[in-house]
């Protein structure tokens, strides 16, 4: 059973403050990773994906992938309580045509 | 680019009626869309995953005689919710991977909501 692991949360961040994200993965083989944002009653919205190990960078957000720990994490710097949300990794597995394996998510509350 | 639509957003009907929820890809050919259930305060959950002149895959627990699904065209799946009770009520997405682009993302709609009472 492939699976994605994320700290269900809540992380509390203050306003300004760095918030950051980990999620693991068990697919060996797997080789795109993707970070979705969801606020409360609101479909999935897609914030970064990585596909390399090392880090990438995209305005206030940057991910980080290890393949070699089968860890990414992402990282939001100033948070804003619009931040405020649903945090979940997903990855597809290393088999063609597949579904995203998502995390159950991490829900971050920034407070101002 | 790589806009889903969603049509309803929000379906309230009776029980025993059927429901079907359409999924549009705007600007870009869908070979692969995916149907997903969300409860309220739980995790997305896997429905099924449709494609384009074949057969939709269901996975394990999904009734498909009960969640019916067509992808007649390389942009538009639909969801047929059949004779739905109220523990049918749920959040339901769906999202679709652009055709040819190896490992882009998926992309989701912006979900309809249905209650049954």
């Known amino acids: 059973q492939k699976e994605v692991e994320q700290n269900s949360g809540p992380l509390s961040v203050p306003e300004g403050a760095i918030a950051s994200l980990n999620c693991t993965y068990s697919d060996r083989g797997s080789q795109s990773f993707f970070w979705y944002r969801q606020y409360s009653g609101k479909s999935p919205e897609l914030i970064m994906s990585i596909y390399s190990n090392g880090d990438k960078e995209d305005g206030r957000f940057t991910a980080q992938l290890n393949k070699a720990s089968q860890y990414v994490s992402l990282l939001i710097r100033d948070s804003q309580p619009s931040d405020s949300a649903t945090y979940l990794c997903?990855?597809?597995?290393?088999?063609?045509?597949?579904?995203?394996?998502f995390g159950k998510g991490t829900t971050l509350s920034v407070s101002s | 680019g790589a806009v889903v639509s969603q049509h309803p957003s929000w379906v309230i009907c009776k029980s025993g009626t059927s429901v079907k929820i359409e999924c549009r890809s705007l600007?870009?050919?869908?070979?692969?869309m995916f149907w997903y259930r969300q409860f309220p305060k739980q995790s997305l959950m896997l429905m099924a995953t449709s494609n384009e002149g074949s057969k939709a895959t269901y996975e394990q627990g999904v009734e498909k005689d009960k969640f019916l699904i067509n992808h007649a065209s390389l942009t538009l799946s639909t969801l047929t919710v059949t004779s739905a009770h109220p523990e049918d009520s749920s959040f339901y997405i769906c999202?679709?991977?652009?055709?040819?682009?190896?490992?882009?993302?998926?992309?989701f709609g912006d979900g309809t909501r249905l209650s049954i009472l």
């Open positions: 600007d870009f050919q869908a070979t692969t």
């Open positions: 997903a990855v597809y597995p290393n088999q063609a045509g597949t579904a995203l394996i």
């Open positions: 999202s679709a991977r652009p055709r040819y682009m190896g490992n882009q993302p998926q992309h």
